[in-house]
């Protein structure tokens, strides 16, 4: 009893701060009389209202987070968190039904971007500032953030961590206690986010659209206060800056802590996954641009390596952003930023997918296969870098490959056997899944998730649930070993 006692108390915790979040766009509602004012002080009052009752009556009952009840705290929290979330949204958008609103704010939560909404250019800022501050806040995890106080309170956070960064953690040159990693990381987060609202608003954008897209860049989550997304501004500068706090947002944050705490630039150099994460990508936009090129959609070489570097860097990072219709490019372009957006983002990213990390030990792993094959008898340990891969390390990595791409195939029938076309029910589970936002065909960038049927919503809003608490978060609940003590 004391165990659901205990969930209810961190919930209601969680709920109040949403409530606080909320708080912030019912005040720019106000200020700016944006007419979305009752809406946001209904919800607010709502979220607040229910978060005090499940946290007050419970203050007092002795927490203890057991393994089992930090798993079940990321699945409800990213699961049940959103119901409130999609209050402003179905109090003032009438005609919005239930299902479209609560993939917006799965969407949001999940960083993935994609979204049901037309008329972005003319929603009330403080709807707007809403769904990006959702992408921000889940940017770097809900969970973490809520590992950084809850110490305080007595609650013990490092099983929540682990329940919600399953797999290789860097934590060397990190603080020792999980509550300081958490509050160093967001540190480093909040600090490049302000630099990039400044870089955006010295590129051209006014000081609403700069916060907003630094929100969903430093996330990755790729929401817009446009319909035509980065493609409104048509600036090379504005694409320049996203880039580059895209591919920050994508590396590591602990590598960012490292480098700053040391003032150098070593720790990129020596980090494996950085390196292999910056080729891949990098080169991708050089072969994307030359394909371009060849085949005649860009009249110039620089042209087609402008809106190739944008689209590429912004579909591999797993944000989701669009300068172009890239569904109208030649079928290979589009087709492997889909790929890359399935491993090139690091471990401990905003980024989704497989992360670089994982992709490195499974090649490692594969290669290591090939030289006992031709030397049965030789002795030899994967490494990388100075560190030793341990072969519970690679067993877990391929136990996740296993159900990443049997999930996404099962996600895929799924939608194949509700009617949508192969092309778009593919990229669609892809591009859920790995939290990237646009796909192809039905759901390309020229147009968005509106389309689809509620049953075809619900399998893309657990896609995206799955993707983001990285598969294992979800799947272990069901698995009635682990519940045994």
């Known amino acids: 009893m004391n165990v659901i006692f205990t969930i209810v108390n961190i919930f209601g915790l969680v709920t109040l701060g949403f409530g606080g979040l909320m708080a912030t766009c019912l005040l720019m509602s106000i200020i700016v009389d944006d007419g979305a004012t009752v809406a946001f002080f209904q919800g607010f009052s709502i979220t607040l209202l229910l978060g005090a009752l499940m946290f007050i009556p419970t203050i007092n009952v002795p927490k203890k987070v057991s393994r089992q009840t930090g798993f079940l705290m990321v699945a409800a929290t990213w699961s049940i968190i959103p119901v409130f979330c999609t209050l402003p949204l179905t109090l003032y958008l009438s005609e919005l039904s239930f299902v479209d609103a609560y993939f917006e704010a799965v969407s949001s939560l999940t960083t993935t971007g994609a979204t049901t909404l037309t008329g972005l250019d003319r929603l009330p800022m403080s709807i707007n500032l809403w769904r990006h ?28 961590y682990k329940a919600e960064s399953p797999g290789t953690v860097k934590e060397s040159d ?64 504005i694409e ?28 990129y150099v020596c980090d494996r996954e950085t390196r292999s994460f910056l080729a891949l990508v990098l080169g991708s936009c050089l072969v994307a641009a030359s394909v371009l090129w060849q085949e005649g959609a860009y009249p110039d070489f620089l042209t087609a390596l402008r809106h190739a570097t944008f689209n590429v860097v912004t579909i591999a990072t797993t944000s989701g952003y669009a300068s172009q219709d890239f569904n109208q490019w030649p079928i290979f372009v589009p087709m492997w930023m889909l790929f890359l957006c399935c491993v090139s983002a690091s471990s401990g990213s905003t980024g989704g997918g497989i992360r670089m990390i994982r992709t490195i030990i499974l090649m490692k792993q594969a290669r290591l296969e090939l030289f006992k094959f031709i030397h049965p008898f030789a002795v030899k340990s994967m490494k990388i870098g100075d560190t030793v891969i341990s072969n519970k390390i690679v067993a877990s990595v391929t136990g996740f490959i296993f159900l990443y791409f049997i999930s996404i195939v099962i996600l895929v029938f799924m939608l ?25 065909n039905q759901v390309g960038p020229a147009s968005n998730y509106a389309s689809l049927s509620d049953i075809q919503t619900g399998i893309c809003t657990f896609a995206m649930l799955l993707g983001r608490v990285q598969i294992f978060s979800i799947i272990i609940l069901f698995v009635p070993e682990f519940w045994r003590k």
């Open 416 to 440: 194949l056997l509700s009617g949508m076309d192969f092309i778009s029910a593919f990229s669609a589970i892809i591009a859920c899944f790995n939290n990237a936002g646009p796909g192809l």
């Open 133 to 160: 501050e959702l992408q921000w806040i889940g940017g770097m995890g809900i969970i973490i953030l809520a590992v950084a106080v809850l110490p305080i309170l007595g609650v013990g956070g490092m099983q929540l």
């Open 174 to 237: 990190l603080p020792p206690r999980i509550a300081q990693t958490a509050k160093a990381l967001w540190l480093v987060y909040a600090g490049f986010t302000v630099m990039c609202i400044v870089a955006l608003r010295l590129a051209g954008m006014d000081w609403f659209d700069a916060v907003c897209h630094a929100f969903s860049a430093m996330s990755l989550g790729g929401f817009s206060t446009h319909d035509s997304s980065i493609g409104y501004f048509d600036s090379v500068s």
């Open 240 to 267: 320049m800056v996203l880039t580059f706090f895209q591919l920050l947002s994508a590396i590591n944050f602990a590598t960012h802590f490292v480098a700053l705490r040391k003032r150098s630039f070593n720790p």
